[in-house]
């Protein structure tokens, strides 16, 4: 069961999304929740009993699939653009603002290094886009 739903990508995208999207999207979520699962010990358990966790969850997972779909729409058009790393990957992946945002949120202690360090990410870079 993923807590987001194609209303939180279509909220994050600010738009309806197309069939094809749409087709992709449980399976998407599904590998979202897979990755905040990876990162938040206990997550159905710590979602059962916070909503407002659970509403965080479900709203990264949506900007998380969110992504995938604009990264697909970033090359279309033609000129050459700056763009960040993060837009265009193409990947889906928990940012490092979010992984913050589930650590704080699920009450463990930014002291806990292992923790803090198992929800690092990469830094964000830019690309030159041609």
């Known amino acids: 069961m993923t807590y987001a739903s194609?209303?939180?990508?279509?909220?994050?995208?600010?738009r309806e999304l197309t069939v094809q999207e749409a087709r992709y999207a449980p399976a998407l979520l599904a590998q979202a929740k897979q990755l905040i699962s990876d990162r938040v010990p206990s997550l159905d358990n710590l979602c059962a009993s916070d909503t407002?966790?659970?509403?965080?969850v479900a709203q990264i997972q949506g900007e998380a699939v969110a992504r995938v779909y604009r990264a697909h729409r970033v090359g279309e058009g033609t000129g050459s653009y700056?763009?960040?790393i993060e837009v265009a990957a193409q990947i889906l992946y928990i940012t490092q603002d979010e992984a913050a945002r589930l650590r704080r949120n699920s009450g463990f202690s930014a002291r806990d290094r292992f923790l803090q360090l198992s929800m690092e990410q990469a830094p964000a870079r830019e690309v030159l886009a041609v």
């Open 6 to 14: 194609i209303k939180n990508i279509e909220t994050a995208l600010m």
């Open 82 to 84: 700056r763009m960040n």
């Open 52 to 56: 407002d966790f659970a509403a965080t």
